[in-house]
């Protein structure tokens, strides 16, 4: 990951409690929470965040994208086969 935010205590305590009710670790369940943000975002307001992005690496598959072409790729397997890289590419 190219960065890492920080969260607030209230922040944290939130996405632990909302981890917690889903069964799963904090970190897939902020994953999957940017991702129903993504696509929710994409059917109210189709195009907003596309028409300001900077990045066109994953248009197709983007969540944003309301009409996504393909699936994504498993980006962030870690494992002997397939480690996980230094830095992420910057825009």
């Not at 690496?57 to 944003?64: A, L, T």
Request: with cysteine.
């Amino acid at each position: 990951m190219a960065y890492t935010p920080e969260l607030s205590q209230l922040g944290s305590a939130t996405l632990r409690r909302l981890a917690c009710y889903m069964g799963k670790p904090m970190t897939k369940s902020l994953e999957m929470l940017i991702g129903l943000t993504a696509m929710k975002m994409a059917e109210v307001k189709p195009g907003e965040v596309c028409s300001k992005c900077r990045d066109d690496r994953i248009c197709e598959w983007c969540p944003f994208n309301s009409h996504p072409i393909s699936s994504p790729p498993i980006l962030h397997t870690k494992s002997p086969d397939n480690p996980p890289s230094g830095r992420a590419r910057s825009l």
